[in-house]
């Protein structure tokens, strides 16, 4: 049980079975087990999706035996302690007669949170924590935001310039990153389960919103429209969102200054509309996040545009950025920016990220990480999003 790089090599094939689940396990979170003994695996399991068994319950159910004396279970996440739908994984761990179990991340629902551990430890079950920890907790960064707020997890996706910019002067976009990041971008989009825009990228540029896969199938998630006005319901032509074979998986989100007639349109042609109260044209995020959390949308991942993405930073409801940036150069103070909606007059009221992760994609950049406000930020009201 003391050798690291054993772990780590055998927490590794535990990630990867977890990953098979991509997209699959809302609103529980991905989680891969691997049986070890005599330093070679012999039973293995990942949570297939939600309301399944567990992944350790999975990897016993596979070994289809006791275990050898001085067998290991290796597990992506903390093993439940608490029964739930498919009992507790502890029980089950303790009834196998495992005795060593090494773990990657903690699980972070305030009814397991370690407890996991005390149970194990009390059954004589030598337990190894943090083994790829950062891995193993980043794997599950929807559900960890899920379980500890109550609320969808925002994210925007930006693509941009050096200089932060989306588009030139005269909108031309297509495109600023390189295949390999639009490739990650569909990636990240099987990840969630809702995508979301505004309703001048769905008039610009019609975007399906859906993932696609490197073998060519196609997987549409739930699809956001935020649109206070309806503008984007006009009679000439319709958006593909509103038209195409996964229109039923497209909502229109609104206030009720869209007008009525627009919405009756919308439900006619089969699209779900959500009226959202709100003094103004603006949809107001935190009553959009109660909706969503009331449907059991964990996570929301926002391709723009830039008032959009600049609105939710204004009101401080974005939770996550992922920011791709191509060696790409337009010294145009006129070229369209990435990001608007503050006035920022002191590096102090500026907006940061944590949790910080880079990936490269041939010469593209990919920043992500969750977003942290500062205590005090100007706002120049000549930016919000109209």
Known sequence: MSDPNKHESFMQQALALAKRAWGHTHPNP???????????????????KDGEAHAERAALS?????????????VTLEPCSTPGRTGA??????????????????????????????VLREAGVEVVTGVLEEVCTDLNLIFNHWITTGHPLL??????????????????????????????VHHWRRLFPAIAVGAMTVLQDNPRLTARAADGTEWCPRRFVFDGLLRSVVDRYMPAVYTDEFKD???????????????RKLRDLGIEVWVIDSDTQQVAFEDFKQRCA???????????????????????????LFNYRAPVLMADDRARAGFVGLRTEKLAHALRLRDVKHAAFGDDQLMRGAVVYPERVQVDEALIMR
């Open 30 to 48: 991905m989680v891969g087990a691997v049986i070890v003994e005599d330093g070679v695996v012999v039973a293995e399991g990942w949570h297939v």
């Open 62 to 74: 596979a070994l289809g035996r006791a275990p050898k004396a001085g067998a290991t279970l290796y």
């Open 89 to 118: 994984c502890c029980d089950a761990i303790i009834a196998a007669g495992i005795k060593h179990v090494v773990v990657g991340a903690t699980d972070p629902n305030p009814d397991h949170a370690g407890k996991g551990f005390a």
């Open 155 to 184: 994210a925007a996706k930006t693509a941009v310039s050096i200089d932060g910019r989306i588009a030139t002067r005269t909108g031309d976009s297509k495109w600023i990153t390189n295949e390999q990041s639009r490739a990650d």
């Open 249 to 263: 998986r497209t909502v229109v989100v609104t206030t009720p200054h869209g007008g009525l007639g627009y919405v």
């Open 294 to 320: 009331a449907e059991k949308i964990t996570g929301v991942y926002v391709e723009g545009g830039a008032r959009l993405i600049g609105e939710m930073l204004r009101t401080r409801e974005l939770d996550y």
